[in-house]
Antibody, heavy 122, light 107 residues
Framework: EVQLLESGGDLVQPGGSLRLSCVASGFTFSSYAMSWVRQAPGKGLEWVSTISGSGGSTYYAVSVQGRFILSRDNSKNTLSVQMNSLRVEDTAVYYC???????????????WGQGTMVTVSS | DIQMTQSPSTLSASVGDRVTITCRASQSISSWLAWYRQKPGKAPEFLISKASSLESGVPSRFSGSGSGTEFTLTISSLQPDDFATYYCQQYNNYPLTFGGGTKVEIK
């Protein structure tokens, strides 16, 4: 059974930093690209970032480019995102999501974690 | 960026109704489109990929169609579990983009 468990969400001041993690199980983690998708309170879904299975390729939304850094540790089945220079508009539930097809970086997200809340406020 | 536009934004329906949601892309995305269902307070659930391929385990009352720029999600007989918000998403190219969502409410 595929499981994705996010952690690290917290209340942080504008300009601050936070690191989110997602621990995966139930599939060969290194074979699949992984992504973060966020949802601001009462709003729709917004893709944030994707990393290839090897970790060699990363893709970012313009809204987080230069502030967020995506990484993965395939030995620990863990996906992470380092979020710097946080803004009020980064407030959202952050979901970890698995890309459906092996070996590609673009596909539907077939499994999602339960989400972790990030609140940026003074 | 490819803009995804869903309609309607809200839909009122009854159990047993046939429901259709439309998703339009601002440029052709071939069939690289997914649909998700999100219940309140929960993570999205994957329903359909490649515009019309039903995910394993998803009830057959769900179906998807379309290609290019126009797509539809149809629920043939709405069930209580289906009152939720539905999102389309294109994965033709980056940045990946979602539609604004369609909330299916109880009439």
């Amino acid at each position: 059974e595929v499981q994705l468990l996010e952690s690290g969400g917290d209340l942080v001041q504008p300009g601050g930093s936070l690191r989110l993690s997602c621990v995966a199980s139930g599939f060969t983690f290194s074979s699949y690209a992984m992504s973060w998708v966020r949802q601001a309170p009462g709003k729709g879904l917004e893709w944030v970032s994707t990393i290839s299975g090897s970790g060699g390729s990363t893709y970012y939304a313009v809204s987080v480019q230069g502030r967020f850094i995506l990484s993965r540790d395939n030995s620990k089945n863990t996906l992470s995102v380092q979020m710097n220079s946080l803004r009020v508009e980064d407030t959202a539930v952050y979901y970890c999501a698995k890309v459906g097809l092996v070996g590609v970086t673009r596909d539907a997200f077939d499994f999602w974690g339960q989400g972790t809340m990030v609140t940026v406020s003074s | 960026d490819i803009q995804m536009t869903q309609s309607p934004s809200t839909l009122s329906a009854s159990v047993g109704d046939r429901v259709t949601i439309t998703c339009r892309a601002s440029q052709s995305i071939s069939s690289w489109l997914a649909w998700y269902r999100q219940k309140p307070g929960k993570a999205p659930e994957f329903l359909i990929s490649k515009a019309s391929s039903l995910e394993s385990g998803v009830p057959s009352r769900f179906s998807g169609s379309g290609s290019g720029t126009e797509f539809t999600l149809t629920i043939s007989s709405l069930q209580p579990d289906d009152f939720a918000t539905y999102y389309c998403q294109q994965y033709n190219n980056y940045p990946l983009t979602f539609g604004g969502g369609t909330k299916v409410e109880i009439k």
